[in-house]
């Protein structure tokens, strides 16, 4: 069973790519030379920050909730992978998206438990931060 990262819109979100499977090894002479073990990406990261969000009651349209958020968390965990929607990369150049969710079978899972910062009653800041990686299917 797959779940889905509740249909949320970022306020901010930073990623980086990532890298084909590779190993280095040193001889005993100091010589280094690496092999690569797969020919596809993995271990892309993405981080997404949900500023100023309602804890039960949605703000604003697309906004969602932090117990949405750790309700889907506690769903989970760290372990079992799931997939984003599209409002997730929404304002960002198709091109760009493309790469991130390259290759289309990457599964995501947190990296970390979301953190969540109070600003006042009812209205929290979320940040998560998620690792892409290859689902075995």
Same mark, same amino acid.
């Given at each position: 069973?797959?779940?889905?990262? =509740?249909?949320?819109? =970022? /306020?901010?979100?930073?990623?980086?790519?990532?890298?084909?499977?590779?190993?280095?090894? /040193?001889?005993? %002479?100091? !010589?280094?030379?690496?092999?690569?073990?797969?020919?596809?990406? /993995?271990?892309?990261?993405? +981080?997404?920050?949900?500023?100023?969000?309602?804890? !039960?009651?949605?703000?604003?349209?697309?906004?969602?909730?932090?117990? +949405?958020?750790? +309700?889907?968390?506690?769903?989970?965990?760290?372990?079992?992978?799931?997939?984003?929607?599209?409002?997730?990369? $929404?304002?960002?150049?198709? %091109?760009?998206? %493309?790469?991130?969710? $390259?290759?289309?079978?990457?599964?995501?899972?947190? $990296?970390? =438990? =979301?953190?969540?910062?109070?600003?006042?009653?009812? *209205?929290?800041? *979320?940040?998560?931060?998620?690792?892409?990686?290859?689902?075995?299917?």
């Amino acid at each position: 069973m797959t779940f889905k990262f =509740p249909p949320m819109r =970022p /306020t901010t979100r930073s990623f980086r790519l990532g890298d084909y499977p590779t190993k280095t090894y /040193t001889s005993l %002479s100091g !010589a280094i030379f690496k092999r690569q073990f797969g020919n596809k990406q /993995t271990g892309y990261i993405v +981080e997404f920050t949900f500023k100023n969000i309602g804890d !039960a009651v949605e703000l604003r349209q697309f906004s969602g909730t932090t117990r +949405e958020i750790l +309700e889907h968390f506690n769903n989970v965990g760290t372990y079992l992978g799931f997939t984003l929607g599209d409002r997730m990369f $929404a304002g960002m150049d198709e %091109s760009i998206e %493309s790469l991130i969710q $390259a290759p289309s079978n990457i599964l995501w899972r947190y $990296a970390e =438990p =979301p953190t969540v910062q109070s600003v006042k009653f009812g *209205v929290s800041t *979320v940040s998560v931060k998620l690792v892409g990686e290859l689902s075995v299917s």
